[in-house]
């Protein structure tokens, strides 16, 4: 039943968002992914990792073979296009094979399965849908925000970033120092952070087969909940980023080519009109909320995969600095954003007990405390950054600190294993 609740809910989510994207004279989530079943996909890469969270349900025979279907679909469809005549450039060349597959799952899950074998079947069919859906779904978030909100906070930010030291611009001049090497690496771990969260989800997910069963809690549900969230509080506080309202990339909407050099002069801030193209995502940086949670979701994983979430960790904060995308203050809003989502999943699964309720509840005053202050107040934050810096980081810190506080408690303890008795020697 609650598989089923979920389902209606996100069905009728997806159209209300397709909706809203036809009434803006633009396709929605349900059309591009349909799409995708026959023209050539956005994102083959995304739709594989995809499939691979399907098959965590079956058996490794069946894992060869679903591969082996996709593959080959994908190299038949090429061949199709490429003799056809079709514009191979447009979208990836693989991919459709993919979904061919998590489609054929639920097929036959409907047909072949029955009982419980049915029900873990569709529940890997629809968490593989889940993953490329809600990319979609986050396509259109942004398309919207872009068309609805043409007035941005960029100033407001740009201002209260002082009291961290600016790290957008600091940052900025150390990626551009280290050339296109330290481009092009920040740029590939910028673009993959789905591809890592599948790597940590696969290996919480590794005994799914055997087990015939999901666990509890694990970090494709963290993924989702953060990307259905996050973009809300984007059409409640719309902003660009630093390389658009104060750099290069903003063209003629731009207020100044500033960034990463120097620094924008701001005495009283206001909202700034922009263009209908750039989407509205800084605020809060989901990459920095997305890398929390691989990390966070990494540190039960083996010395690799726990070296890999802190890599990705640092990389992510770089680059979404490095490159002018996000200001200093929407990291911090990220990482608290993250946490709080995390505590509150954690205690869902526990049915709500008083220190999850509490947990949750502090997270999103924090949360709401931190997007006040930088409406309401930049200046102050500017004047004061000795008090202000610290006090931003403390406020994240103890989101932090409650959350590992509160984990622990809920967490069963080890008990150190019983030093045997010696025994009486036989006379």
């Known amino acids: 039943m609650l598989w089923a609740a979920a389902g209606v809910v996100t069905l009728g989510f997806l159209v209300a968002l397709e909706a809203a994207a036809r009434h803006h004279g633009f396709t929605g989530p349900i059309t591009d992914q349909v799409r995708e079943v026959a023209f050539p996909p956005k994102s083959g890469f995304l739709l594989y990792a995809s499939m691979a969270l399907t098959m965590v349900v079956l058996t490794r025979r069946e894992r060869f073979v ?20 079709a514009d191979l450039s447009e979208g990836h060349p693989f991919g459709n094979g993919a979904l061919w597959v998590i489609l054929g799952c639920a097929v036959v899950a409907v047909t072949r399965r029955t009982g419980r074998d049915r029900v873990l079947l569709l529940k890997g069919v629809g968490l593989g849908l ?12 942004l398309l919207l925000t872009s068309e609805t909100r043409p007035l941005t906070l960029d100033p407001y930010l740009a201002v209260a970033d002082r009291a961290l030291g600016d790290p957008a611009w600091v940052v900025g001049r150390i990626v551009e120092a280290t050339g296109p090497v330290g481009a092009t690496a920040l740029d590939w771990v910028y673009a993959q952070l789905a591809v890592a969260a599948v790597v940590v989800a696969l290996h919480q997910l590794r005994h799914v087969a055997s087990e015939r069963r999901f666990p509890r809690h694990h970090l494709v549900r963290t993924f989702l909940v953060i990307g259905l969230l996050g973009p809300g509080v984007y059409m409640v506080f719309p902003v660009v980023g630093p390389v658009f309202a104060y ?46 949670a691989i990390f966070i979701h990494s540190r039960k994983g083996p010395r690799a995969l726990r070296y890999a979430g802190t890599f990705w960790l640092i990389a992510t904060l770089t680059a979404t600095l490095g490159f002018g995308y996000h200001y200093g203050v929407d990291l911090v809003a990220g990482v608290v954003f993250t946490v709080t989502i995390e505590g509150a999943l954690r205690a869902a699964d526990r049915g709500w007990d008083r220190s999850g309720m509490r947990l949750a509840a502090y997270g999103t005053a924090v949360f709401t405390a931190l997007l006040l202050s930088y409406r309401y107040l930049p200046m102050e934050m500017a004047r004061h950054p000795w008090l202000y810096g610290p006090l931003l980081l403390l406020a994240m810190g103890s989101v932090v600190y409650g959350y590992l506080r509160t984990v622990r408690r ?12 010696p025994q009486p020697e036989p006379a």
Do not use: Y
């Open 130 to 141: 889940l993953l490329v859906t809600g990319r979609k779904t986050g396509d259109t978030w």
């Open 66 to 85: 679903a591969a082996g279907a996709a593959l080959g679909i994908d190299a038949v469809l090429l061949l199709v296009r490429w003799a056809a005549g």
């Open 247 to 292: 750099g290069p990339d903003g063209g003629p909407w731009a207020v100044a080519d500033l960034w990463p050099h120097t620094l924008p002069q701001i005495t009283a801030p206001q909202m700034i009109p922009f263009d209908e193209i750039t989407p509205r995502n800084c605020m809060p940086s989901l990459h920095t909320a997305w890398a929390t």
């Open 410 to 421: 809920w967490e069963p303890a080890t008990a150190p294993a019983a030093r045997p008795e």
